[in-house]
């Protein structure tokens, strides 16, 4: 069965330092991944998707995510956090039924 | 503009009773959702529909019911058989073609009492 891992549940980074927010899939066929982010009681905004047409995504907010088949993985970066970017992101997939499935979600902090 | 809108954003009901959650969209999306969502879980599919007049059971159903009369809306009914029903719950909407990305309303908070 398809499924995604969010590795780690909160996340506090200082203001200016690299965030990063790992996800791994499970899939014998290729999946299709995104990332999205969710502010406090609000619904979730897409901040990028994996097309295959490159492995390096770039998204929304100065945000980029690589996909990487031999880790199985879609790991989440942003070279320099502010503190707008505190929330909760969620890694999710899909496969050809179009129906999403996500990881448990990861908080970030930013610390000034 | 285009977009989801649900309401009400908060909702409060006693236990027992049943309550029905909106959700409208403008997109021209064939599909729409619900999902749940509770601290450190993500989010967990409830039901979905991919035309009019046709819906699935998703991971969680047990407790809810759907319809999906007309392509804009996708209503949610929480029943007294759902046993927790306290939750943040989202709706979404996607077309149906490869590599789509859901689009999410703003979300029904509901808290039994």
């Known amino acids: 069965a398809q499924s995604v891992t969010q590795l780690g549940s909160h996340v506090s980074v200082s203001e200016g330092a690299l965030v990063l927010l790992r996800c791994n899939y499970s899939?014998?066929?290729?999946?299709?991944l995104f990332w999205y982010v969710q502010y406090p009681n609000q619904g979730l905004q897409l901040l990028l998707k994996?097309?295959?047409?490159?492995?390096l995504v770039k998204g929304i907010n100065g945000f980029e995510a690589e996909f990487k088949k031999s880790e199985t993985s879609f790991h989440l970066t942003k070279p320099s956090a502010h503190m707008s970017d505190a929330a909760e992101y969620f890694c999710?997939?899909?496969?050809?039924?179009?129906?999403?499935?996500f990881g448990a979600g990861t908080t970030v902090t930013v610390r000034a | 503009d285009g977009g989801i809108t649900q309401s009400p954003k908060y909702l409060f009901r006693k236990e027992g009773q049943n309550v029905t959650l909106s959700c409208e969209q403008n997109?021209?999306?064939?599909?729409m959702y619900w999902y749940r969502q509770d601290p450190g879980q993500g989010l967990r599919l409830i039901y979905y529909?991919?035309?009019?007049?046709?819906?699935q059971k998703g991971d969680i159903a047990e407790g809810y019911s759907v319809s999906r009369e007309k392509k804009e809306s996708f209503p949610l009914t929480v029943t007294s058989a759902q046993k927790n029903p306290t939750a943040f719950y989202l709706c979404?909407?996607?077309?149906?073609?490869?590599?789509?990305?859901?689009?999410f309303g703003q979300g029904t908070r509901l808290t039994v009492v």
């Open positions: 529909s991919q035309i009019v007049n046709d819906f």
């Open positions: 999710a997939v899909t496969f050809n039924d179009y129906k999403l499935s």
């Open positions: 979404a909407s996607s077309t149906q073609t490869e590599n789509t990305e859901a689009f």
């Open positions: 997109l021209n999306h064939d599909a």
């Open positions: 899939s014998s066929v290729p999946p299709y």
């Open positions: 994996y097309t295959s047409a490159a492995t």
